[in-house]
């Protein structure tokens, strides 16, 4: 596969959305990104099952890290895995608010930071189009 196409496989598998933050690509004013859930610098590779539809404030918050602090129990989890993991067992909604269900959600939450103000506005706009 080329890298676009398997940017667009990537893109559909997610129907359009991050995979962490569950936005939608079409409201945003950037374009989304494939994002290694393994990163290349820690050995993972560029296949379909080690990539994930990523916004660019998700991808930035990630990086490289594949762990995370839960902020309850100051106890390092890993990252939330799009590919292995389901997202509703770990986050639900509650109005614009992403609420975390497990220490993994509870440090994703946090770290990724989202539930700031401009990604709940951006919910609220998603509702108006029918995409939240």
Known sequence: MT??????????????????????????GATFHV????????GGL???ANLAWACPGCNLKKSDHTEVIDPMTGQIVRLFDPRRDVWSEHFSFEEFQIVPLTSIGRAMVEAFDLNHLRRQRIRRAEQLFGLF
């Open 3 to 28: 890298s676009s196409q398997i940017a667009a496989a990537v893109k559909d598998r997610a129907a359009g959305r991050c995979e962490y933050c569950r936005m939608h690509q079409s409201l945003q």
């Open 46 to 48: 560029t296949e379909l």
């Open 35 to 42: 994002e290694h859930i393994l990163p290349t610098a820690k």
